[in-house]
């Protein structure tokens, strides 16, 4: 029961600070509808929508250019938050203009949000800057009118011909939004004056005219393909639509084909021909981006000419990630993370409470501004944060809430903090406990970075209250590491500790791995890989020598970026020892040892140029391991034929061989195990040559053996 009573009082406290900070309601501040571009009409009303969700009181105001607007009689904010100008006026009698950037700023207790700016202008219409000349064409041919002007909103484009708007069900006939009219197989009754009517919320214009005149034909033989006019280079946004002209002529009348650049296929989705070659693209993407190619083939030939124009696709910038509300104990750390994307990639920039917010002290951007961090956070960084995503194309917004925890009676920063270094692997960090408010102190954590690392990569390691001192380990060599302590409530967290900063120990490098491979009889090559431990790279020491002698030749001090050192002039008859090792400024490491014996690696290098080091080593070690082991079973045999020798000639002679054949095999097996007395070795003194001759078939047979010098001279001595 008291366990449920707890549970309760636990519950009936969350739900109280749940209400207290209002995140019990359903969003933060945010718009539901913001202001978008408009063309005015003088003298026509413009409204333009603002409305915003959140805890309440809302206040919702507006800016122009920059400046706040008031209710100045003229214009006024609507009760809903949307702002009503009732007549539009390009040029007031004070010199002004309504035209300008219009955005609305939302506020409540938590703090401020701005919405996306809007641009209001004049609906206008310009004279033409390009319209159609006169023409005189062949029967059958072809013809080309085009218009171009400018205006807000763009105006729409009609062609009339002697008067009356040509009719656009003529197949022969191709009206392409973009001001072009074309004619195709060109008929006496085309003949007659052209002009184009542009029209939009500013008015109406018409072009000057054109005379078209079509003459017979004077030319019915074969004429090769050529494009008249090719697609153009265009720039659209998303869902726009693209028209690339392509218009070709020639005898016969030749077929007009499309394709990428890239060779990536055009696809059908929203693709459609208008007249005999020109390509439209509706809706369109990024992935509609591209070069286009536009070939004019002749009909059952490869003769073909081609003209190319490039389509780029804006789109505007949209969030991939939204930058999230978070509450923070005062002290401790805030990162938003906002990420956006767009065609061309958006620019991110910060608002605090609807302020441009600047990287100082505390306050970094990183990541292309992608990333905002807050750190020793204070009651002064409670605030609404923005983030605005804008390219060429236009721009979001999206906000997030920082909240501030704050108790009064929680401990003061820590003191004295100090961190000393053990190893080149541990730190150990101490403090003294807080100046005030010590009571409650439920224990202390260290937090713990490189100094080189983002804040995002901070760790910490947690002790109880009655401990003032943490051995930090598993650390880095030579890392330099920064340290801050924090004591902990059940209500809150301390302020933040000063910081320390402290390095590990360095220490050497660690084994590098050696490869030897022979080149020929007298040169080895010895290769490696370098030590992902080296700290502050000093280098390689390459050693070698003949076994068994003691000394070495070398060092050959190579720098970090040698990974390879041939060595020359070697003799072929003597097993070199060769020996590498990796140093800094913290001493030596430990060494790589290899042996090599040149004669019989190079010998096989002849056969089989792939070499196996290690396979060459051992098989080395057993045939010199074959060799001493047949001298010394003829150095058993002379001794025991020499006491025979003492018994009869004959008898002598017959015990010898009998003891050479039962001998021989027991000490090859018994030799493998390298086991040879020094009095064996003694005798060995008195061997005859006649009798090694007797042994050279039992040592053959292990002469496919490699050839190592397996004992040290100690070995020998035993």
């Not at 706040?68 to 009503?84: A, H, M, Q, R, T």
Request: net charge negative; with cysteine; proline share 6%.
């Amino acid at each position: 029961m008291a366990n449920g009573g707890c549970l309760w009082c636990f519950a009936l406290s969350l739900s109280l600070i749940i209400s207290i900070l209002g995140l019990g309601q359903s969003v933060e501040l945010a718009f539901t509808a913001e202001p978008s571009d408009e063309v005015a009409v003088p003298g026509e009303p413009v409204t333009l929508l603002c409305s915003a969700d959140g805890i309440q009181p809302i206040t919702i105001t507006w800016r122009k250019n920059g400046a706040p607007l008031w209710d100045e009689g003229n214009v006024f904010p609507l009760p809903n938050g949307s702002f009503y100008i009732p007549f539009f006026h390009v040029n007031k009698d004070d010199g002004t203009s309504d035209q300008g950037e219009y955005d609305c700023v939302a506020q409540n207790r938590f703090g401020t949000v701005v919405s996306r700016k809007a641009r209001v202008q004049a609906a206008v219409i310009s004279d033409f800057h390009i319209y159609p000349q006169d023409a005189t064409l062949e029967e059958g041919g072809v013809a080309r009118f085009q218009c171009q002007i400018n205006g807000l909103p763009e105006p729409d484009i009609v062609w009339e011909r002697s008067g009356e708007i040509i009719d656009t069900e003529n197949p022969r006939y191709t009206l392409l939004p973009t001001g072009v009219l074309q004619i195709t197989a060109l008929q006496a009754d085309d003949a007659g004056t052209f002009r184009c009517v542009a029209s939009n919320a500013a008015g109406v214009k018409y072009s000057p005219e054109a005379v078209l005149t079509v003459t017979g034909p004077h030319y019915t033989g074969y004429k090769d393909p050529m494009i008249l006019v090719g697609p153009e280079n265009l720039t659209k946004t998303i869902h726009q639509t693209a028209i690339l002209e392509c218009m070709a002529t020639g005898n016969p009348r030749p077929i007009v084909s499309w394709s990428r650049l890239d060779g990536r296929p055009i696809g059908v989705e929203g693709i459609q021909v208008l007249g005999t070659g020109n390509l439209m693209i509706s809706d369109l993407t990024v992935h509609h981006s591209g070069i286009y190619v536009c070939a004019a083939n002749k009909p059952g030939t490869r003769v073909r000419r081609t003209a190319q124009g490039r389509l780029v696709v804006q789109a505007p910038a949209e969030f991939v990630q939204h930058p999230q509300s978070i509450s923070r104990p005062v002290g401790t750390t805030a990162i938003f993370t906002c990420l956006a994307q767009g065609e061309p990639p958006p620019q991110i920039t910060w608002l605090k409470n609807g302020q441009e917010l600047e990287p100082r002290g505390h306050i970094k951007l990183k990541n292309n501004n992608s990333s905002l961090t807050i750190s020793g956070i204070s009651q002064e960084d409670e605030a609404i944060y923005q983030c605005i995503a804008q390219n060429s194309a236009g721009s979001s917004q999206a906000s997030a809430r920082l909240s501030v925890i704050w108790a009064e009676g929680l401990p003061g920063a820590p003191q004295d903090v100090t961190a000393t270094t053990i190893s080149s692997t541990s730190i150990q960090v101490s403090w003294k406990e807080p100046m005030e408010n010590t009571q409650e102190i439920i224990g202390y954590v260290v937090h713990i970075r490189k100094t080189e690392d983002p804040v995002q990569m901070e760790y910490q390691e947690a002790v109880s209250k009655d401990t003032f001192q943490q051995s930090v380990t598993d650390l880095e060599p030579s890392t330099s590491y920064i340290f801050y302590i924090k004591a902990y409530t059940s209500r809150g967290a301390s302020k933040t500790s000063a910081s320390v900063v402290q390095s590990t120990l360095g220490e050497v490098p660690a084994v590098p791995s050696l490869y030897i491979k022979v080149l020929n009889s007298t040169a080895i090559q010895a290769a490696w890989e370098p030590s992902i431990k080296l700290g502050q790279n000093e280098g390689f020491k390459l050693y070698y020598r003949k076994v068994p002698q003691p000394d070495y030749t070398g060092p050959m001090l190579l720098p970090s970026n040698v990974t390879a050192y041939n060595i020359c002039q070697l003799d072929p008859l003597v097993v070199y020892e060769v020996k590498l090792l990796a140093f800094n400024q913290h001493g030596d490491g430990n060494s790589t040892v290899r042996f090599v014996y040149l004669k019989e690696a190079s010998a096989r290098a002849v056969l089989n140029p792939s070499c196996n080091c290690v396979g060459d080593e051992q098989r080395a070690k057993s045939s010199t391991t074959g060799i001493i082991i047949g001298i010394h079973i003829g150095v058993t045999c002379i001794i025991f034929c020499v006491l025979f020798l003492m018994f009869g000639y004959r008898g002598r002679l017959m015990k010898c061989k009998a003891s050479q054949d039962q001998m021989s095999a027991p000490q090859v097996v018994g030799g493998v195990n390298g086991r040879i007395s020094h009095q064996n070795a003694q005798n060995g003194a008195t061997l005859i040559d006649n009798n090694v001759s007797e042994l050279k078939g039992k040592v053959g047979d292990l002469n496919e053996m490699e050839h190592l010098f397996p004992h040290s001279p100690r070995h020998r001595s035993e």
